[in-house]
């Protein structure tokens, strides 16, 4: 039984069909990419998935239950945590206290949530920076944060919402082995959306594409971005030769 | 166990601002003792009650960033209550407030729920209306006397501590002083509670804040219910210590604007900011008041000034006085 299962799922706004029947899985082990260019419905599926956008049709089931009806802040509780592609944390906290925030779904003792939050700043690398603000940060380690946020809440699935945006490839690459680490070391789920090919190819087991709300692809990452119609979709009719037939 | 200790841990807070509020401390203590007129021991009671007042509504006006225009109507529940019980059934002061804040905590839950929907300028005008509407029914309800208020019995054995009449000002004093220091400290074990953390975390971005498994709207609901504990249980106070109440002195607007406007001059979101905002506007309220009031055509001046200090708060320093301290240490902690 997957983790996560994404069964039919449309989402339309007003008369815009941005998800249309889109299937898949994840599983309790696995990292799975979400990739597609842009405006394909990736973010919406997403949103979809975490309960911040009722779905217009279909069904999503986590850990064995149907959040379909859930909001965000239950889908979170059962352990799906996400995070955004614009992280902004709040001002009043430092960047422990919003750590902290995350671990508060779990506990309601402050020295719990602390010592989780230490926990996590130290596996990401950022321990020194608890007792900064957010903003006095630069924004490769405004992102781990955001991780540690969301990661400090326990989730068994981690949706990662574009958090290579904006990095350099050294950053890129320091990202990656991090969220190896993670899936790793402490046995979490991922699912990302991602511009940067680079990450969802060393990263993904499996690989979901989707353009203009539909699901055109999904398989390994090496065998996805030989089939044609993926190619099709990123480079477009006019580039693709008549032998690989898609006219 | 933890939330006691959390509401006697200060160690956030730098030596510097704990010898001050040691010091503020000590004289509030010996005030009685001093020297004094009448009419400064008055300020001071004054400046305790808005000082609670402050401490409520930062809860939600200043952790949670919900600006709430409306804190009167629970100032006046609680003043009625009391009022009410004492008038016609004899129930102490100590009875009567326990149940004047459960009923005004009862009545924010029916209020809060449909008015936490709104958001920003939508639900600060929806609390002004709320509460003036309550304030409109008392004005026209017998039972409580109307527009004309009521007046509390007077006992004669002075002092009164079961129903809180006192010849001397100063036991009013030493009563509210012990009811200041028992919010202050709930007000730091608050802010360092569950809740307290995921108010800030809501404050500046509710999806973020949802998708960390906060309920947005029972947290408003809840933090709104602690506000409303507060004004309430000065409110009470407030019928005890004035002997007569009236929906015009209790639930008005003015009211509702100045309990915000001295935690935001003080510095919404902050432990001190409330305190600090009260220990300005109070005697200035107090002293321009009464010195505008004797000068033929002066009064209501006071209002013009109250105006400018909104503005000059919003466009100098959005986190009042103890944001102007914070940015002069470099530092924003401590909140």
Not at chain 1, 43 to 69: E, K, M, R, W
Not at chain 1, 108 to 132: M, N, V
Not at chain 1, 169 to 185: C, F, N, Q, S, Y
Not at chain 1, 212 to 232: C, L
Request: glycine residues 10%; contains cysteine.
């Amino acid at each position: 039984m997957a983790l996560l299962e994404v069964r039919e799922v449309s989402k339309d706004f007003g008369g815009l069909r941005a998800n249309d029947r889109i299937s898949f899985q994840v599983g309790a082990d696995e990292v799975v990419g979400l990739i597609g260019p842009n405006g394909a419905g990736k973010t919406t599926l997403f949103n979809c998935v975490a309960g911040y956008y009722p779905v217009s049709g279909g069904q999503v089931f986590f850990d064995g239950q149907d959040i379909t009806p859930l909001k965000d802040f239950q889908v979170c509780r059962l352990g799906l945590a996400r995070t955004f592609q614009i992280f902004q944390a709040s001002g009043d906290l430092s960047v422990a206290e919003n750590v902290m925030v995350g671990a508060f779904v779990r506990t309601g003792s402050r020295r719990k949530a602390r010592a989780k939050a230490e926990e996590w700043l130290e596996f990401l690398g950022i321990a020194d920076a608890g007792g900064l603000m957010l903003s006095e940060l630069p924004v490769a380690r405004q992102k781990r944060v955001a991780l540690a946020t969301a990661l400090a809440s326990d989730p068994k699935l981690l949706l990662l919402d574009e958090v290579a945006a904006g990095l350099n490839a050294a950053e890129v690459d320091g990202l990656v082995k991090l969220l190896t680490r993670i899936h790793r070391e402490k046995g979490l789920a991922l699912l990302l959306t991602e511009h940067v090919m680079e990450m969802v190819m060393a990263l993904s087991h499996r690989v979901v594409v989707l353009e203009s709300g539909r699901k055109i692809a999904e398989g390994e990452p090496a065998q996805v971005v030989k089939d044609p119609e993926v190619i099709r979709a990123y480079l477009g009719d006019h580039l693709v030769s008549g032998e690989n037939g898609h006219a | 166990m933890e939330a006691i200790r959390n509401a006697f841990d200060f160690s956030d807070f730098p030596r510097l601002d704990m010898t001050v509020a040691g010091a503020a401390l000590v004289f509030l203590l010996a005030f009685p003792a001093l020297p004094h007129s009448s009419f400064a021991m008055a300020t001071m009671i004054q400046f305790l009650m808005f000082s609670l007042y402050g401490m409520g509504w930062n809860t939600i006006g200043g952790y949670a960033g919900q600006v709430d225009l409306g804190k009167a109507q629970y100032v006046g529940i609680g003043a009625y209550t009391t009022a009410v019980m004492m008038v016609r059934w004899d129930v102490p002061f100590w009875v009567s407030m326990p149940v004047g804040m459960a009923l005004a905590v009862g009545w924010s839950f029916i209020i809060g729920y449909p008015l936490f929907k709104l958001k920003g300028h939508y639900f600060a005008i929806a609390t002004i209306a709320t509460s003036l509407v309550l304030k409109d029914l008392f004005e026209v309800w017998d039972f409580v006397g109307g527009a004309k208020g009521l007046e509390l019995p007077l006992r004669g054995n002075f002092p009164d501590f079961l129903y809180l009449q006192f010849r001397e000002d100063y036991y009013y004093f030493y009563i509210l002083l012990a009811m200041f220091l028992a919010g202050l400290l709930f007000i730091n074990g608050f802010r360092h509670s569950r809740l307290g953390y995921q108010l800030r975390a809501i404050k500046d971005n509710e999806d973020v804040a949802r998708s960390l498994g906060i309920n947005v709207h029972w947290c408003k609901i809840k933090a709104y219910a602690v506000a409303t504990a507060y004004v309430a249980m000065v409110g009470s106070f407030h019928a005890c210590y004035n002997f007569n109440i009236e929906p015009e002195d209790t639930m008005s607007l003015d009211l509702s604007v100045l309990i915000a406007m001295m935690a935001m001059l003080g510095g919404a979101g902050s432990l001190w900011g409330p305190i600090i905002g009260a220990s300005i506007l109070v005697p200035m309220r107090s002293y321009l008041g009464s010195w505008l009031g004797g000068q033929a055509g002066l009064a209501g001046l006071d209002l013009v000034i109250y105006g400018a200090i909104i503005m000059l708060i919003a466009a100098v320093q959005p986190r009042g006085v103890w944001g102007m301290v914070e940015a002069v240490r470099g530092r924003r902690r401590g909140v």
